[in-house]
């Protein structure tokens, strides 16, 4: 009796390897694609301090990009971070040319319905790729919090890639004691969806503030003279670095769990 029992259960177990292969055979594992609709312009805000304790920020001013340098530094730095999280993965990085796509980005997934043709050209697009699953990088809007030492300074409202200019603050480096007055902050405020290639559903989304202060103590009178006197290889370097700071942190919180299979998500 001991002995038909066990081999009852070595019975049992060999099925469950079994139907877990055959499982396994027939489901999909996780393919990506890369997509960065965020690089199509650069923004600048400038805070002018008026006399006494009135102050005035500027209109905004945003200045389109034909170039895809930046959202191609976007996709190659989330392809670089999720390969650290998950080495071997498959991933294939895209861009696009299609105005429709920038201006819905962030609205096609927040508002479906509004957004039916821009969405089913994305899905197209994904299918032609042949990946159960994307990455999409996108600008993301919110109050400026832009850290000096003991606190954060900004005013309005920042969204994407650029730069923000208080033209007259005053800052004092804590290790030199070198004043300057006038900061220039590049910024990178983005959001990364990982979305169903298939539905466009949003499985995971991360958002990113990211930014560095610049000062300089130099003849350079206000950050707006700090700005026009930075050459414009050292201005693009900034965008990259702050770009990929930013891409870095939202993919590590979209993408930590691992690459599984299509219909074990589907099933959770």
Known sequence: ?????????????????????AWAENTPVRSYAVLSLAGDALALHVHRHQVGSRTESAPREVNAIDDPVFDQAAVIAARAAFLRLHPGAKL????????????????????????????????????????????????FRSVPELKLVNTTVGSGYLEGLGFYIDDMIETRNLKDQTSSRGMVVPFAYLRVRLIDAETLSVLKEAMSKQSF??????????????????????KTGHIRQ????????????????????????RKN
């Open 1 to 21: 009796m001991f002995a038909m029992s066990l081999i009852r259960t070595a019975v049992g177990i060999l099925l469950l390897l079994g139907s877990m292969s």
């Open 213 to 234: 202060i610049i000062t300089r103590p130099s003849a350079d009178s206000s950050g707006m003279e700090t700005f026009l006197n930075m050459p414009s290889g050292e």
């Open 92 to 139: 294939q990085l895209m861009t696009t040319q299609d105005r429709g796509l920038y201006l819905a980005q962030n609205s096609m997934f927040e508002r479906a319905e509004a957004h039916e043709e821009d969405r089913a050209y994305l899905k197209k697009l994904l299918k032609e790729l042949g990946v159960t699953h994307a990455l999409v990088i996108t600008k």
């Open 242 to 265: 702050v770009l990929e700071d930013a891409i870095a942190s939202t993919v590590q919180n979209v993408a930590a769990e691992p690459p599984i299979s299509v219909e074990r998500d």
